[in-house]
């Protein structure tokens, strides 16, 4: 063993002067101070085989080495140079999560950890799926030594929580890159061959911990009541909702920082209520998610007389629709439509509609697809869009097309920095934007970032260097509902002030910003999905679906919720990207805008009867009572579509727009030969059945039970 090491040392660098331990900004970092290893010198590598984007990112130029023309390689390790010379690689720096809408270094928190807390070494994790319950979980070999480092913590060897460590690391780093377990350890589990951690051999984190309601008071305190005895109370409400221990929230703390997500909003507004008496709606609560901030709301909702206090700042959609001058086309396009295009950049090929997109184009050209990916722990990008592919039966045999472009949405130049960005832009020929946050509680501030501000990215990269035809996937949700018969050359700017909820009034910023780029003369299309069923032929559905889960509920509980005039408007995702993809192949297409959602939705009843006559009992019920059955039952998959509904349940006017959504343009880009709409019909709605079934969100009919059975007999 190194006695300078908490890690194993590889040796000696050959050329010491050329290897280089480097802060964020590829700036040296004191000496014997940890940061990412960088490699110069006349023998590296010119780059990764025909990947250039990675190429880009990984060998930068050298500052260090004193002549014109100079490259270094980002390893990635992050090191630290050892007393003797010796070079320690204490893990990786590159390691990025996304713990509730933030990115993550987890080296940065490891770093933070190591400096701040008496450890002789350390590594951060993140445990659980994408979503809303991932956490960061922290290893930790104590240092038995006093030294300049807090040393008087202790951990709940039940729930790996430890106070005094959250409140040491909540003064230098984010709420949200605070581990929120730690796990004491002997040592680190070492790879043999390369001295690095092995993060596979790390034992498991302490299991989550169920919840039990707390006696907290379940009436309104008085208007005049003291304000700490608001906020305790309302602490309280906090850590229940979130699962946190008590003592763990402050007054200042966000509550999405915190770990708050919109299912958990919703149930907190819903206990705010039942405890204070008055109703916060979301997009109030979202101006100041803190609990100073609920408190205040409260206090001015229980003064208020004229109801001026429950109304959320308006914001000016038309000032927000503006692009820059600079984002404008240079020349015109070299290549007009898909088949003629080599490289096309897709955004959105980690969601269910970018998925067949994805495997569409893969289909139909011999063209690369740059996809556009966020970096999930130590997952290799490539395999994140293929698991997904994977995940709803879709081909993997052309992965060799797919280039994964580690990003983010909402961040500006899309997360990837200027060479990289540039390189992009360079090389591609054609965009297809299909990612977008899809939240229906969250208001417009929450969304704007990956909504707005990634189609505005995503014109900059249509707009630089070179033109690049531009097709985007908007949504029919920028009409407001019971607008009757809605056209798809409709007025955009009459349609402004359409939409209360964040996601319409994103979609339609974003649509403005398109047109505008239209204006300026780039080659734009605009495709208007409603709801988008699953697969016409496997049954492959959305697990995150508003409408996907009411129906595999709805088939779980035996039981179906009755709405009067409700018409289920649904359109399978196979044809969906289709007709985009068939479009975008049309240099002839007539309008600019193309509605694919049905225009002849079928009434509820219908599809419910079709369900029984495939072997479903299935019970009708008002629609509250429906919810409640719901909540007293809920579904044990959290990761399944019950989940969408799990304390966020969307009110009856909201099953559907009562809409009729005109699709004259579409049907006209896709002729004769076009792929043509699937009929929503009993034999789809039992392919969807066989589907929920299959991923166990849903029982067999009996009609398939029985026919089980005689194949077993």
């Not at 002997?186 to 690095?196: C, E, M, N, R, V």
Request: net charge negative.
């Amino acid at each position: 063993a190194h006695p300078d090491s908490t890690y194993c040392p590889v040796g000696r660098p050959a050329r010491p002067e050329r290897l280089y331990i480097l802060d964020e900004d590829l700036r040296r970092v004191p000496e014997g101070e940890p940061g990412e290893v960088c490699v110069g010198g006349e023998m590296l590598a010119r780059g990764f085989v025909n990947l250039p984007e990675k190429t880009a990112e990984r060998f930068v130029p050298d500052p260090f080495a004193g002549e014109s023309g100079a490259r270094m390689y980002r390893t990635g390790d992050r090191g630290r140079i050892l007393p003797d010379g010796h070079l320690e690689i204490l893990g990786r720096a590159d390691f990025r999560v996304r713990i509730r809408g933030y990115n993550v270094e987890l080296g940065a928190v490891e770093a933070a950890i190591e400096e701040n807390v008496a450890v002789r070494a350390c590594v951060v994790v993140s445990e659980g799926d994408e979503g809303e319950d991932k956490r960061l979980v922290a290893y930790v070999v104590p240092e038995p030594k006093d030294d300049h480092r807090f040393s008087g913590w202790s951990l709940d060897p039940k729930t790996g929580r430890s106070k005094e460590i959250r409140g040491v690391l909540r003064k230098v780093l984010p709420h949200y890159a605070v581990p929120a377990v730690y796990v004491a350890l002997d040592a680190l589990p070492i790879q043999a061959t390369s001295g690095k951690v092995d993060r596979k051999e790390l034992p498991p984190p302490p299991p989550r911990q169920a919840r039990t309601d707390r006696d907290l008071l379940t009436t309104a305190p008085a208007a005049g009541a003291p304000r700490s005895e608001k906020e305790n109370l309302l602490k309280g409400i906090w850590e229940e909702a979130l699962r946190l221990d008590e003592g763990e929230v402050e007054a200042g703390d966000d509550f999405f920082d915190l770990g708050g997500h919109s299912l958990a909003a919703a149930q907190l507004s819903a206990r705010v209520e039942e405890s204070f008496g008055v109703h916060i709606p979301m997009p109030l609560f979202m101006e100041d998610p803190t609990v100073a901030g609920l408190c205040d709301r409260i206090e001015a909702l229980q003064r208020d007389e004229d109801g001026d206090a429950a109304r959320p700042s308006e914001i000016d959609l038309r000032a927000e629709a503006v692009l820059e001058p600079e984002i404008s086309p240079r020349g015109g396009a070299e290549t007009r439509t898909l088949p003629g295009a080599e490289n096309v950049f897709l955004t959105g090929a980690t969601g269910f509609l970018g998925a067949s997109l994805l495997d569409g184009i893969l289909s139909s050209t011999e063209a690369r697809v740059h996809c556009l990916v966020r970096e999930r722990d130590d997952e290799n990008p490539l395999k994140t869009i293929a698991s997904n592919l994977e995940f709803y039966g879709l081909s993997t045999d052309r992965m060799d097309r797919v280039v994964p472009v580690v990003g983010d949405l909402g961040e500006p130049l899309l997360g990837m920095g200027g060479e990289r960005f540039d390189a992009l832009a360079r090389d591609t020929d054609f965009v297809i934007h299909a990612a977008a946050a899809v939240n229906l509680v969250y208001p417009y501030p929450a969304l704007e970032a990956p909504n707005v501000g990634g189609t505005r990215e995503a014109l900059r990269l249509a707009c630089r260097h070179k033109t690049k035809p531009f097709h985007f996937v908007s949504t029919d949700g920028v009409f407001p509902p019971n607008a009757g018969l809605c056209e798809e050359g409709a007025d955009l700017d009459s349609l402004a002030d359409a939409r209360e909820d964040g996601y319409g009034q994103s979609k339609w910023v974003a649509e403005k910003l398109v047109r505008e780029a239209a204006w300026r003369g780039l080659p734009t299309r605009v495709y208007r999905p409603g709801f988008i069923s699953g697969h016409s032929e496997t049954g492959a559905s959305n697990p995150r679906d508003l409408q996907g889960a009411i129906l595999s509920e709805s088939l779980r509980l035996g039981a179906v919720p009755e709405v009067e005039g409700w018409k289920i408007e649904m359109t399978p995702v196979d044809f969906v990207a289709a007709a985009i993809l068939g479009i975008a192949s049309n240099p002839d297409a007539p309008g600019g805008t193309y509605h694919l959602a049905n225009p002849d939705p079928v009434p509820a009843g219908t599809v419910f009867g079709w369900l029984e006559d495939g072997g479903y009992t299935l019970e009708r019920l008002p629609y509250e009572e429906w919810l409640r059955r719901l909540e007293a039952a809920p579904p044990e998959d959290v990761q399944g579509p019950g989940a969408v509904l799990r304390g966020a349940s969307p009110d009856a006017g909201d099953l559907s727009d009562g809409n009729i959504y005109d699709d004259r343009n579409t049907r006209l880009a896709l002729g004769e030969s076009g792929p043509r709409r699937p009929d929503v019909s009993g034999d789809l709605l039992l392919t969807y059945a066989r589907h929920f079934a299959v991923r166990g969100w849903a029982p067999e009919p009996s009609a398939l039970q029985e026919a089980g059975r005689r194949r077993r007999d």
